[in-house]
């Protein structure tokens, strides 16, 4: 995997469906372009709703990590 | 000759950029009355509008009586306006599922499970489509057809009141056309 370092953790545990993907809207927008941030979520659907929310907002996932019902995503703001 | 045509490229690809056309824009018509198809079409407009794209919501027919505020009050309704106004849902969340609603407890059984699972209600969604810039346009026809008055509806940040001409410029212009 790249290296990179985690400016800040996300805790969006217990939410679900379009929350998750709301509040990274809201959240990457105060990070500088370049920066990583850690999502931690429990929803299953952000598996796939991230990828696609980043695809189309033009950032990136750079890793997805799913550990005994805790699933952590490593957002990076391109745009 | 290489550099002529690198510049011929750049400027197609400028103009292919500036075409009118489809949008990163979501257009939907909230046509009915229910809870289910509400919380549907307030999800899936947060939902585009965090992933960057503008969104327009057209409520007419049954689904104007959703923005109607509780809390507000107004006088001067004819007989069949008061009538129309008794029986249909006074605000969002008077509005009853499609199926299942056995008399009001189905409704309350879903409202239930949705608080303890943590799903997003309608004044949640509704706040949020808010601070994310989601357009209201009300159906001016629906309102005055079903005795509803501009006064009596919600404050929203985004509201407007218009028809169906009001729609379809923006839908003209959006990727993504929905009706609910």
């Known amino acids: 995997m790249a290296e990179y370092t985690t400016l800040k953790t996300l805790d969006y545990k217990g939410l679900k469906c379009p929350m998750p993907i709301v509040k990274i809207s809201q959240e990457l927008p105060k990070i500088a372009v370049g920066e990583v941030v850690e999502v931690l979520t429990t929803d299953p659907g952000s598996l796939s709703d991230f990828p696609a929310w980043a695809k189309t907002t033009g950032n990136a996932i750079l890793e997805t990590k799913q550990e005994s019902g805790l699933i952590k995503i490593y957002v990076k703001r391109q745009k | ?180």
């Open chain 2, 1 to 180: 000759m290489a550099v002529d045509m690198e510049k011929e490229l750049a400027s197609i690809k400028a103009m292919l950029e500036e075409r009118p056309g489809p949008k990163k824009k979501l257009s939907m018509i909230v046509f009915s009355g229910d809870l289910d198809k509400h919380l549907a079409s307030m999800i899936i407009a947060t939902g585009a509008a965090a992933m960057g794209m503008e969104v327009v919501m057209f409520y007419t027919f049954w689904g104007t009586a959703a923005l109607r505020d509780p809390a507000k009050k107004v006088k001067g309704k004819d007989l069949l306006s008061k009538m129309f106004g008794m029986m249909l849902p006074k605000g969002r969340n008077k509005t009853k599922l499609s199926q299942m609603h056995m008399a009001g407890a189905g409704t309350g059984m879903m409202k239930y499970l949705m608080t303890k699972k943590n799903v997003a209600n309608l004044d949640e969604l509704f706040e949020t489509a808010g601070v994310l810039g989601v357009k209201i346009v009300i159906c001016e026809m629906s309102m005055d057809l079903m005795g509803m008055k501009p006064e009596e509806m919600i404050d929203y940040p985004h509201k407007s009141i218009g028809g169906v001409a009001t729609f379809l410029a923006e839908a003209g212009e959006s990727s993504i056309q929905l009706f609910l």
